[in-house]
């Protein structure tokens, strides 16, 4: 989990990063599922849904989270 929470200090350096602590996209869109593990998304430079799920509780989300990230960005050192 350290990799993850330094590489989102990395990564957000050059892409946001939204944190909805209001339930904002809850209100504004019900058909999204209550499952708080659904809320998370990661987006491409063009605002697609290439993952969903929260990675720093699923480990097979943060191994797909990384498959992505190296996809686009490049292998981590």
């Known amino acids: 989990?350290?990799?993850?929470?330094?590489?989102i200090k990395q990564?957000?350096?050059?892409?946001?990063?939204?944190?909805?602590?209001?339930g904002i996209l809850e209100k504004v869109n019900p058909q999204i599922p209550s499952n708080p593990d659904l809320h998370t998304f990661l987006l491409d430079e063009n605002n697609n849904v290439l993952l969903v799920g929260n990675p720093v509780w699923n480990e097979k989300i943060e191994e797909m989270?990384?498959?992505i990230v190296e996809e686009k960005l490049g292998k981590r050192e």
Not at 1 to 7: K, Q, V, Y
Not at 11 to 22: F, M, W
């Open 1 to 7: 989990m350290g990799a993850f929470r330094l590489a």
């Open 11 to 22: 990564i957000t350096a050059s892409a946001p990063l939204y944190v909805d602590s209001l």
């Open 65 to 67: 989270f990384w498959q």
